[in-house]
Nanobody, 120 residues
Framework: VQLQASGGGLVQAGGSLRLPCAAS????????MGWFRQAPGKKREFVAV????????TYADSVKGRFTISRDNAKNTVYLQMNSLKPEDTAVYYC??????????????WGQGTQVTVSS
C-alpha cells in the first residue's frame, strides 16, 4: 500500500482544512485508516482512526467535535476534515494504514506527511 497525503497549508485560527489521503493497493478497503500528527519537538500523536467499512471511528480528545474522519473506498481515499482549527493543531499530519488502533507502532504503511500551520 502506498499512501499520499495532501491538502495541508496555512490557515487562520478558527478556519478549516480538509486533508485527503489517496491510497494505492488492493488492501485499502480491508484496512483501517488512521491520522497522526507530529509537532516540532514533540512525539507523534494519534488524531483519528476509521474502520475499513467506515462504520467505526475514534478520535483523540483534543480534536473531538472539531475533526471528522471519513473514507471513500471506491476512490481509495480517506479524509480528515478539520474545523475550528487552533494554533496547537499546527503539525505535520500523516495518514497510515493498518489495524483499528490509536498506537502508531501498530500501523504498517505511512504516507509522507502534509504540513498544517494555524496562525493566531
Amino acid at each position: 500500500v502506498q499512501l499520499q497525503a495532501s491538502g495541508g497549508g496555512l490557515v487562520q485560527a478558527g478556519g478549516s482544512l480538509r486533508l485527503p489521503c489517496a491510497a494505492s493497493g488492493r488492501t485499502f478497503s480491508r484496512s483501517a485508516m488512521g491520522w497522526f500528527r507530529q509537532a516540532p519537538g514533540k512525539k507523534r500523536e494519534f488524531v483519528a482512526v476509521i474502520s475499513w467499512s467506515g462504520g467505526s471511528t475514534t478520535y483523540a480528545d483534543s480534536v473531538k467535535g472539531r475533526f471528522t474522519i471519513s473514507r471513500d473506498n471506491a476512490k481509495n481515499t480517506v479524509y480528515l476534515q478539520m474545523n475550528s482549527l487552533k494554533p496547537e493543531d499546527t503539525a505535520v499530519y500523516y495518514c497510515a494504514s493498518g489495524p483499528y488502533s490509536s498506537y502508531d507502532y501498530e500501523y504498517n504503511y505511512w504516507g509522507q506527511g502534509t504540513q498544517v500551520t494555524v496562525s493566531s
